[in-house]
């Protein structure tokens, strides 16, 4: 495709996602007192993330089977403090193995 | 607090970021964009659901419109996080400061800055994005350069790389706090839900995770309101 083409959508996406993250960020200066809120904010990072993560783990490698195995592997190393790296490497071998043996 | 410290958290980060955007380079290429214009689109979004979305959007020549909603309500929950990583971070964080860093605050950018204790500063935080950044460029340069010459199985198996991350992230938290297992345990049923139950299949992802995160924190916010002079307290 040429740039020509491609520019105007890329320069949308990029500045609608920019102006999502940058808004919030920029403009509320204060410290927040309201204790619900400031409950609610602490759980969002979790809720996110584990709504990110299931169901669409399953369907990441094309493989159910697989994608249980990555869960299985990441939840132990994750339940012994493993580093980010070592638990997302180690998901993705565990993946690699089922999908190897043709599962 | 240091950048040397935001450095070696963001590794993970970075290295983690290599294999999804050499999935998002590969892909790029296949539907018809150049090496180049992969890594421009990367280097300018810094965000994953939201290329692969537009990826498929861009070549099938929807309208502006329509890719900017699309954007909007995947990337929505970034408002969520930026919203919760204001009340993390201390005077260093100047309104520009803001800006430019707002630009790389990646799901799990904010996820591992929200983990530190107490706030966080401008150094720690330009060192947290610095390798994400540079692994998200590199990564999908590899992809679109060399992607289709790896073999299918592997590029599969490197598509969970991210979930284990993310998994990494939540259970940690999860296992010396009852509320923390709770709002995990729930958003990912009811992300489950809203992706199985009959009638609800047409609700976007980017959506869903918007409504599971506010669903579920808020229930979890009244159940479980955390400490606030306890969080006060923890400022360096």
Redo the contacts between chains.
Sequence with gaps: MTWRYILPYVLVMAGVTYLIRMLPLAALRKRIKNRFFLSLLYYVPYAVLSAMTFPAVFYATGSVLAGGAAVAVALVLAWKEQSLLTVAVAASVGALIVLAIGG | MTFRKGLRDG???G??YL?VSFAFGMMAVRA???VA?AV??SA????SA??FA?LT???AGAS?YE??LT??VI?????????????K?DNSMT?LH??L???C?T??V???A?GQKGLVGRRYLYGLITLPIAGWVLGTLLGAAAGTLLPE??I????????????????????NDR??RV??????????VL??APGLKNIS?GF??II??VA???F???R???R?DE?EDAAP
């Design positions: 590794l993970p980060i290295l983690g294999s018809g964009f150049t214009q421009f689109i300018t979004n810094v965000t939201g290329q537009g959007l861009i070549s502006m890719l900017g954007q909007f990337n929505l929950r970034y408002a969520l996080m930026s919203l919760s990583l204001s009340q971070l309104t803001r800006m860093f707002a630009f605050n799901d799990e904010f996820a591992v929200s199985l592997i599969n198996a490197l598509g969970v790389a991210i979930y284990g991350m993310f998994i990494a992230i939540v259970i940690p938290p999860a296992k509320a923390v709002a995990a345990v729930a958003a990912a049923a009811l992300s489950c992706y199985y992802s869903s995770i599971c995160a579920v924190s808020a979890c916010a009244w479980f309101p955390i606030v969080k």
